[in-house]
């Protein structure tokens, strides 16, 4: 809850920066903004009637402004960061500024390494079918939220996806939380594999004593989280199969504990079961873009080994006789080198993969790191598959041009802004 009525967000482009940005003007408050460049989040905005600057600039932050977010990208020498502390303004990071919003409210959070937004979206599309006037936030725009991706509703009930980078998620205090799995992820920030799970343990522990973990047992690494919890329910024993429209058996999963939190809330569950099984996807999940010569292009948001293997996984089997093609951006230079080699075994289910880059992030601006896209191609290269390196997006969109054939089906994937790519060739 916050008792301010004047918000300034640093760095609203962002997912989760602009779903909060939205909330908060949805509930009263005036929100202005700043990003680095003209994103299409930050055009979208622009489109919805908030003020948004762009560069960032001290004199951004409006006269009246009592609380700066910042996005956890920001550092301390953004210009407005430091203009709010000369100030004296209240100074938030997005899972902060989440966390005080949410206080008071009843918290379905949905964490995990892979799988949060696709949960989280499921959850959001059984509860709307089902009457269930939730609230919620989710890391993509969805189709049933009007291409948005945070709702205010009436319900007592708010959907959460909850990030574990830089233990984010501990600024919230669930009363059911969902883990859809976990294994080593953002080792830049944790030191190993325990202290990563050390991360979720600490957050089931933040269930009040009626609060309920919901889990597969049958997922690898979990032993020690779901014994943290007081209340465990084993989506893993759910003998429901749906008629997903989305492909392959991770979202079969994530369907699953979206379906226990549907009964959870002891809400109408064949009606929750048809809106699951009316869920076309999100924004970057496997997205449809459009055509090119007859050629299918999607954009995915893939960017960790097991994430890569499912969405491949789902394209196959979608696609069981067409020539696959990855155009794939490794996102972090820490990720690629720690990674190479599950990196490279990740692309069994594509016929060829095309490296324009890795998308280095801002911390990374100045690293020693020297990992290439062409250290990607031949580490995937090793594996079987074939692989090239396009050395940028141009050279990279000219390829395309010159070599999709009708029916070649491209998934254009990745963290960074590779999405730039389809666009591109698209025209859109």
Known sequence: MFFEDNFHFVGIGGIGMSGLARLLRDSGKNVSGSDAEASPIVTKLRSEGF????PQAAENIPADCEVVVHTLAANLSNPEIVEATKRGLKILSYPQALGQFLAGKKVIAVAGTHGKTTTTSLIIAGCLAAGEDISCLVGTNLKLLDHQNARLGNSDWFVIEACEYRRAFLNFNPQILVVTNAEPDHLDYYKNWADYESAFVEFVGKLPSDGVLVANSHEQNLEKIIAAASHFFDAGDVLEHFALKIPGEMNRRNAKLAF???ELLAIDSAKFQTGLENFEGGERRFELRGEFRGAQIFDDYAHHPTEIIATLEA???RFPTQKIIVVYQQHQLDRAQKML????????????VVI?????????????NKISGQDLVD?????????????????TVDWLKANLQKDDVVIVMGAGDVFKISRELLGN
Not at 341 to 352: M, N, P, R
Not at 379 to 395: C, L, M, N, Q, R
């Open 51 to 54: 003020a948004i600057s762009t």
């Open 260 to 262: 226990v939190v549907g």
């Open 315 to 317: 394209a196959r089997e």
């Open 341 to 352: 080699v599950e990196i490279g075994l990740s692309f069994l289910d594509a016929d060829l």
């Open 356 to 368: 324009p880059n890795i998308y280095a992030v801002r911390d990374e601006a100045n690293s020693a």
């Open 379 to 395: 580490e995937i290269t090793k594996s079987g598959v074939k692989a090239i390196f396009t050395e940028d997006f141009a050279k």
